[in-house]
C-alpha cells in the first residue's frame, strides 16, 4: 500500500490549469482541498511572487515550511491539516497579517510573537489548553480577531467566566485565599 500525494508543483500547476492564469502573477492562490491532497510544504511556494492570499487548507499537511520568496504574503489559510507547530513562519513575519489555522494539532503558540502585524488568527478547534501560551500575543498590538473556540482551554473557561477578558488580562484571576 503506498500513500499517495499531490506535490506543490502539481497543485499549482493544476490551479493554472482551472484558472486559465498563471499562478506567479495572482494575488490569491487556491491549493485547498486537494486529491490526493498535499502532505508536505516545499520551496515551490516561493514561485508565487504575487501572491498576497494563499489558501492550503483541507490537505493534510504537517509542517509549514517554504514560504521564503512569498514577500507579499498577507493571508495564509491552512486550516484543516495535521500541522502540530507554528514554525516556518519567519519569512512571512513582516507581512502576514491574517493566518487561518483552525482544525490542526497546535497546542503551543511558541513563534507567534515573530508575526508583528498579525492582526486576525483564526485558530479554534485546535489544543491549546495553557494560559500562558497567550503570553505570546502580548506583544502583538495589532490584533483584531482571534478566535479559539473549540481548543481545551476555552471549553474549560467559557463555563465559568468570560474567557475574552481572561484573554485581554493574561488569564483567569487567582484563586482566592482565605485570610
Given amino acids: 500500500w503506498r500513500f499517495e500525494m499531490t506535490s506543490i508543483k502539481d497543485a499549482i500547476k493544476a490551479f493554472e490549469t482551472k484558472s486559465g492564469t498563471v499562478a506567479a502573477e495572482q494575488e490569491k492562490v487556491t ?17 508565487l ?3 498576497k492570499h494563499l489558501a492550503l487548507s483541507s490537505n493534510c499537511i504537517e509542517k509549514i515550511t517554504g ?7 498577507e493571508v495564509l489559510s491552512i486550516g484543516r491539516n495535521q500541522i502540530k507547530k507554528l514554525e516556518g513562519l519567519d519569512d512571512v513575519a513582516g507581512t502576514l497579517r491574517e493566518l487561518w489555522i483552525s482544525y490542526n494539532l497546535i497546542d503551543k503558540l511558541n513563534g507567534l510573537e515573530k508575526l508583528t502585524n498579525l492582526a486576525v488568527v483564526y485558530m ?4 491549546v489548553a495553557k494560559w500562558t501560551e497567550f503570553d505570546r500575543f502580548k506583544d502583538l498590538t495589532k490584533i483584531e480577531e482571534l478566535l479559539m473556540v473549540g481548543n481545551p482551554l476555552w471549553e474549560q473557561h467559557t463555563k465559568t467566566e468570560d474567557f475574552r477578558i481572561n484573554v485581554a488580562g493574561g488569564g483567569p484571576p487567582p484563586a482566592k485565599t482565605e485570610g
Fill in 67 to 73: 514560504l521564503k520568496g512569498l514577500d507579499s504574503l
Fill in 31 to 47: 491549493l485547498y482541498g486537494q486529491l490526493p491532497p498535499i502532505v508536505k510544504m516545499d520551496s515551490a511556494l516561493g514561485t
Fill in 124 to 127: 479554534s478547534n485546535n489544543l
Fill in 49 to 51: 511572487k504575487a501572491c
